[in-house]
């Protein structure tokens, strides 16, 4: 007959583990209160807000390093087409003046959303920073998270 010792072995590193955390160890909590059931509430919507606001960053940073590539390939085409072109062609003259008018125009937009950017990325940071001091390996009852997930 065969024993399978491992299954012995499971309850016996179970208690050892437990044993060496300092909470199960004493029987007792170390200080730390557990989330009530509207905190964690607040703490699982202000989560689920932060990471969608932190897809919104990086969309609208792509959106603005997609402009800059725009703006620095137009830049550089007017730059090509100015040096090849003739002084005396008045249309040509007036054709390139018009698309530097046009690329300083999308210069202005794109130096208007930076601020605008770097303002929501600054809110976004702050409030990860909220999040972790108030949430973050914060310790809460399962029970409470199983509540909130069925909308109690």
């Known amino acids: ?10 309850p016996v590193l179970l208690g050892l ?29 202000q989560d689920k ?17 997609q402009t800059k590539a725009d703006i620095a390939r137009e830049n550089a085409a007017i730059k090509a087409d100015a040096a090849a072109a003739n002084a005396a062609d008045e249309a040509a003259v007036t054709a390139l003046k018009a698309r530097a008018t046009a690329l300083d125009e999308k210069i202005d937009g794109y130096n208007e959303r930076l601020p605008k950017f770097n303002d929501f990325v600054r809110a976004l940071e702050a409030d990860r920073a909220d999040y972790k001091a108030h949430c973050a390996d914060r310790k809460y009852d399962e029970k409470d998270l199983f509540a909130i997930q069925r909308g109690k």
């Open 17 to 45: 583990v437990l044993a060496a955390d300092p909470v199960w160890a004493a029987g007792k909590s170390t200080g730390a209160k557990l989330l009530t059931r509207d905190e964690l509430r607040a703490c699982l919507k």
């Open 1 to 10: 007959m065969r024993v399978f010792r491992p299954l012995v072995a499971v």
């Open 49 to 65: 807000s932060n990471k969608a606001r932190g897809e919104e960053a990086v969309k609208m940073q792509a959106d603005l390093d």
